[in-house]
C-alpha cells in the first residue's frame, strides 16, 4: 500500500462516517482523500466537530507546516455547524410513501415500500439530513438524541464502524441490483431482437419498418454493454 493510500486511511478511520456530504464530496471516503492530497482543511467536517478537527489535524502535520487546528478552529460554515446528533422521524400521518428518502438515505436505514409508510430504524440512523429534501411533504424531522453532547462526544467509533459497513453494503446492493436490471434488459433485448429477425418482410417498407427495429434494439444493447 503507498504512503498516499495509508494516509487516506488514517484520515477515514478518524472521520465519523455519518456519509452525510455536509463537507462538500460524495462520502468520507472522498473528503479523506480530498485531505490527503491538500484539496480540502480538515475543518468540514460538522458531525466530528471541534474533537474531529483536533483529530485530523495531528496527522495532517506533515501537509500543513503550521499546525491546522490553531488556524481552522471551528467548523467551516458553509459546511454546517456541530451539534447534538439528531435522528430522522418520520410522521405517520404525512407520509405518502413515495419511497424518496428511502433512496437518499446512504446506510440503508429507512425500510417501506411504494405508498406504504415509511419507517426510520434509528439504531442506524446517521443523522445526515440527506433524507430531507427528497421529501415532498415535509413528513421528516430531526430530533435531538444526545441532549447537550455534541460532535464526538455524541458519537462512537462503534456507531461510525456500523455506519460504514452499511454505507459499503448499500454499495454492493445498488451495484447488484443495477447489474441484475441491466441483464434483465439485456435478455430482453435479445429476445426482442430474436423476434425481430424472424419477421419476414413483404414489401420495401417492412423491410425497412424491420431494419428500424433491428437499429433501435442494436443500440440499446450497445448501450448495456457499455456500462459494463
Not at 478518524?14 to 460524495?26: D, N, R
Not at 411504494?114 to 427528497?134: N, R
Not at 436490471?181 to 430474436?194: E, G, V
Request: one cysteine or more; aromatic letters at 4%.
Amino acid at each position: 500500500m503507498s504512503q498516499a493510500n495509508k494516509l487516506v486511511d488514517q484520515l477515514e478511520d478518524i472521520l465519523p462516517q455519518t456519509q452525510c456530504t455536509k463537507c462538500g464530496y460524495p462520502d468520507c471516503r472522498g473528503y479523506a482523500e480530498a485531505m490527503a492530497s491538500g484539496e480540502a482543511l480538515p475543518n468540514r467536517c460538522p458531525p466530528g466537530g471541534i474533537e474531529g478537527i483536533e483529530r485530523l489535524s495531528k496527522v495532517l502535520i506533515l501537509i500543513y507546516p503550521q499546525d491546522a487546528f490553531e488556524l481552522h478552529p471551528t467548523i467551516d460554515p458553509e459546511c454546517g455547524v456541530e451539534r447534538p446528533r439528531p435522528v430522522a422521524f418520520i410522521d405517520p400521518q404525512k407520509c405518502i410513501g413515495c419511497t424518496l428518502c428511502i433512496q437518499a438515505c446512504p446506510v440503508d436505514a429507512i425500510v417501506g415500500a411504494s405508498k406504504q409508510m415509511h419507517v426510520v430504524l434509528t439504531e442506524w440512523c446517521t443523522g445526515c439530513d440527506l433524507c430531507i429534501p427528497p421529501c415532498p411533504v415535509d413528513c421528516i424531522s430531526m430530533i435531538n438524541v444526545t441532549g447537550d453532547k455534541t460532535g464526538w462526544d455524541a458519537w462512537s467509533p462503534d456507531l461510525a464502524d456500523i455506519a460504514r459497513k452499511r454505507y459499503h453494503e448499500r454499495d454492493i446492493r445498488l451495484d447488484r441490483e443495477q447489474k441484475d436490471n441491466d441483464d434483465r434488459l439485456a435478455k430482453k433485448a435479445a429476445a426482442k431482437l430474436q423476434s425481430v429477425n424472424s419477421e419476414s418482410p413483404q414489401s420495401e417498407e417492412e423491410f425497412k419498418e424491420q431494419e428500424r427495429k433491428r437499429a433501435i434494439i442494436a443500440a440499446a444493447i450497445a448501450r448495456a454493454q457499455e456500462k459494463k
